[in-house]
């Protein structure tokens, strides 16, 4: 499994785990036996546009994790995909804000890359996750009008993955959308305080969310390999 993603991917490496580590962990518990290899490929402050073949930045990594996994011709190959908060912001990451039609053709394209390079993978997209309305730092501005850009991007993800069934039905699938609200719910346990200039705000998960989150995600990623 190749995650992709930006710092809620990336996490916290709390005694060294991360939401992708946990998804592993989750996927070789006694009710789900077999061997699993993670990569995380999750990059604070990126955005779709960073993952893009032709900027040749993260996409370059992703490519050199994924190839080191894909000479095991025994192994199911997947990317686990969860990219949007930054791509939300009013303003700071690379491209952002980016709109909900641009966030659904840098998927794509990112989505075509890989199908290209490594047929027979498998390609999760995960929905990005609830973050608080006063989210605002040294770095991005979020607010309201990027959590409302996150619901908005839910549909382009739909969309994407119905236009591969005629040709991808069994490559391309939606992933986890009940982590946003259960985050919603417990961010008080499950996401670090930070302050910025509009109060107290809510953005990343701590250990416990982590935890959290990668269950999520391998739940999704179960149902997508059966």
């Given at each position: 499994?190749?995650?992709?993603?930006?710092?809620?991917?990336?996490?916290?490496?709390?005694?060294?785990?991360?939401?992708?580590?946990?998804?592993?962990?989750?996927?070789?518990?006694?009710?789900?036996?077999?061997?699993?290899?993670?990569?995380?490929?999750?990059?604070?402050?990126?955005?779709?546009?960073?993952?893009?073949?032709?900027?040749?930045?993260?996409?370059?990594?992703?490519?050199?994790?994924?190839?080191?996994?894909?000479?095991?011709?025994?192994?199911?190959?997947?990317?686990?995909?969860?990219?949007?908060?930054?791509?939300?912001?009013?303003?700071?990451?690379?491209?952002?804000?980016?709109?909900?039609?641009?966030?659904?053709?840098?998927?794509?394209?990112?989505?075509?890359s890989l199908l290209a390079a490594y047929p027979g993978?498998?390609?999760?997209?995960?929905?990005?996750?609830?973050?608080?309305?006063?989210?605002?730092?040294?770095?991005?501005?979020?607010?309201?009008?990027?959590?409302?850009?996150?619901?908005?991007?839910?549909?382009?993800?739909?969309?994407?993955?119905?236009?591969?069934?005629?040709?991808?039905?069994?490559?391309?699938?939606?992933?986890?959308?009940?982590?946003?609200?259960?985050?919603?719910?417990?961010?008080?346990?499950?996401?670090?305080?930070?302050?910025?200039?509009?109060?107290?705000?809510y953005l990343h998960p701590n250990a416990k969310g982590d935890?959290?989150?990668?269950?999520?995600?391998?739940?999704?990623?179960?149902?997508?390999?059966?």
């Amino acid at each position: 499994m190749v995650f992709i993603g930006d710092s809620i991917t990336q996490g916290s490496k709390v005694l060294g785990q991360t939401p992708p580590d946990y998804a592993g962990e989750y996927l070789i518990s006694p009710k789900n036996t077999g061997g699993v290899q993670v990569a995380n490929c999750g990059v604070s402050g990126r955005t779709t546009v960073n993952f893009l073949p032709a900027t040749n930045t993260e996409f370059k990594k992703v490519k050199a994790a994924a190839d080191k996994f894909y000479v095991d011709k025994q192994a199911v190959l997947l990317f686990s995909v969860m990219l949007g908060t930054n791509d939300s912001a009013i303003k700071g990451p690379l491209g952002a804000p980016v709109a909900p039609g641009d966030y659904r053709a840098n998927l794509k394209t990112i989505a075509d890359s890989l199908l290209a390079a490594y047929p027979g993978c498998k390609i999760v997209f995960n929905y990005p996750i609830w973050y608080s309305n006063n989210t605002h730092n040294r770095g991005a501005t979020y607010l309201q009008e990027g959590q409302d850009r996150v619901k908005a991007y839910w549909i382009e993800i739909d969309e994407l993955v119905q236009s591969y069934k005629s040709t991808k039905h069994n490559q391309v699938f939606k992933g986890d959308k009940n982590a946003y609200a259960y985050f919603e719910k417990n961010y008080l346990t499950d996401f670090k305080p930070e302050t910025g200039p509009d109060g107290t705000f809510y953005l990343h998960p701590n250990a416990k969310g982590d935890k959290a989150l990668g269950e999520f995600w391998a739940k999704a990623i179960l149902k997508a390999v059966k």
